[in-house]
């Protein structure tokens, strides 16, 4: 059984109407420091995955305000809890001009404990690069390092008022197409959105896969 490795019920929510087979595992990872969500992801989906002993699929997502220079990014959870979703609007506002452009991205890291077979197909090729990127690839050739295999998804907005009572975390303040994510339905927001993307690519891979 695919475990999805969160401590955050609103991300199983939607993993669910992409993945059936999968449960939760409320385990939380140690999130190293870094400017990148790959290295946190791939690092918790090896740690999970030895606490686990199954496969594991991590998910690390960020809101990355493009006027605070990605501000708060990796940071999200911690200025979630400390400032709150509403000061990070209100700092918007009076620092920011309109259309106060922003993005949210989502990495998901897969372990399984076993190797990754080279594939032709262009959306593994670019998973690969990714990976190469965040230095997955690298990390295999040391011995401890169990291999783990990377999909992103990022969409474009800007920051709003809070508008909305659905998602969970930034969804109020985020706004796609003169709809925030806590406008819609957890099937609208997977449609458009960063771990929507994300999780097409993970479960059109993982298809292959079992
Ligand atoms: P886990 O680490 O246990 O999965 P978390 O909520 O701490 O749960 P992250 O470390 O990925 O998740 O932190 C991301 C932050 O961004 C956190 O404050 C979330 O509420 C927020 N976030 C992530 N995805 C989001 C989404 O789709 N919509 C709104 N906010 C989101
Ligand atoms: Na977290």
Same mark, same amino acid.
């Given at each position: 059984m695919l475990r999805y490795v969160t401590t955050n019920p609103g991300k199983v929510r939607e993993a669910l109407e992409y993945l059936d087979a999968v449960e939760q595992l409320d385990y939380d990872y140690t999130e190293v420091q870094g400017s990148d969500l790959g290295p946190i992801a791939a690092h918790g989906a090896r740690e999970a995955y030895r606490h686990a002993g199954e496969p594991v699929l991590v998910d690390d997502a960020g809101l990355f305000v493009d006027g605070f220079e @990605?501000? /708060? @990014? /990796? $940071?999200s959870s911690y200025v979630e809890e400390t400032l709150g979703v509403e000061a990070v609007y209100r700092l918007a506002e009076r620092e920011l001009d309109e259309p106060r452009r922003a993005a949210f991205k989502c990495t998901l890291a897969y372990c399984d404990g076993e190797e990754f077979e080279a594939s032709p197909d262009p959306i593994d090729r670019d998973d690969r690069t990714a990976a190469a990127a965040h230095g997955a690839e690298r990390d295999e +050739? +040391?011995?401890d390092l169990l291999p783990v295999k990377i999909f992103e998804g990022t969409v474009r907005g800007r920051i709003v008022p809070p508008r909305g009572d @659905?998602?969970? @975390? $930034?969804d109020p303040i985020f706004e796609h197409d003169g709809t925030t994510f806590a406008e819609m339905d957890a099937a609208e927001k997977n449609a458009v959105s960063h771990r929507g993307r994300a999780l097409a690519k993970f479960g059109e891979w993982f298809a292959e896969r079992k």
């Open positions: @990605g501000f /708060p @990014g /990796p $940071y +050739e +040391e011995t @659905g998602g969970f @975390g $930034y």
